[in-house]
Antibody, heavy 119, light 108 residues
Framework: EVQLVQSGAEVKKPGESLKISCKGS????????IGWVRQTPGKGLEWIGV????????RYSPSFQGQVTISADKSINTAYLQWDSLKASDTAVYYC????????????WGQGTLVTVSA | EIVLTQSPATLSLSPGERATLSCRAS??????VAWFQQKPGQAPRLLIY???KRATGIPTRFSGSGSGTDFTLTISSLEPEDFAVYYC??????????FGPGTKVDIK
């Protein structure tokens, strides 16, 4: 069974950096797209971007371009989402998801990582 | 950017009733619409993709229809586990994917 296991909840201060992870198992990690999604009470679900670990092809939604960095380490089957300087508005639950093999439809999801940014 | 609107915001129904959820796109998205179910504290779950294709393991009481700008998710007979929030999502502008704001189906 495909599994995506995300790193644990984080509490950070504004201006700090952060990298959260998403480890895939029970499938060929390099052959499927992984996406990241933000969920907040105010804005709902928002796609951040996607990465193809096989060649590190990465695409961002315009709203998130320059605000975060998506990466992957195929040697350990892990994708990452990172911030250089967090803002209070980054407080959210972040999900990773894997496509179903067609590149577009995300059928497998991690359990979510709660990121809280507060002074 | 394509904006998705969903109606109603809340749908109050009883188990066994039929649920009809609507999703409207600001511009045509062809048939590139998916539907997700989300329960409190859980990740979204893919139900339907490309308008009408059920994802693996999804019961046949879930069906999708539509094209262009208007789409519908139908739950033919609500089971207790179906009370949740439902989101539509378009992939026409991949990699910019967008979700609708959601419809909450709660118990009447």
């Amino acid at each position: 069974e495909v599994q995506l296991v995300q790193s644990g909840a984080e509490v950070k201060k504004p201006g700090e950096s952060l990298k959260i992870s998403c480890k895939g198992s029970e499938y060929r990690f390099t052959s499927f797209w992984i996406g990241w999604v933000r969920q907040t009470p105010g804005k709902g679900l928002e796609w951040i971007g996607v990465i193809y670990p096989g060649d590190s092809d990465t695409r961002y939604s315009p709203s998130f371009q320059g605000q975060v960095t998506i990466s992957a380490d195929k040697s350990i089957n892990t994708a990452y989402l990172q911030w250089d300087s967090l803002k209070a508005s980054d407080t959210a639950v972040y999900y990773c998801a894997r496509d179903r093999g067609d590149g577009y439809n995300f059928a497998h999801w991690g359990q979510g990582t709660l990121v809280t940014v507060s002074a | 950017e394509i904006v998705l609107t969903q109606s109603p915001a809340t749908l109050s129904l009883s188990p066994g009733e039929r649920a009809t959820l609507s999703c409207r796109a600001s511009h045509s998205v062809s048939n590139f619409v998916a539907w997700f179910q989300q329960k409190p504290g859980q990740a979204p779950r893919l139900l339907i993709y490309d308008t009408s294709k059920r994802a693996t393991g999804i019961p046949t009481r879930f069906s999708g229809s539509g094209s262009g700008t208007d789409f519908t998710l139908t739950i033919s007979s609500l089971e207790p586990e179906d009370f949740a929030v439902y989101y539509c999502q378009q992939r026409h502008t991949w990699p910019l994917l967008t979700f609708g704001p959601g419809t909450k189906v709660d118990i009447k």
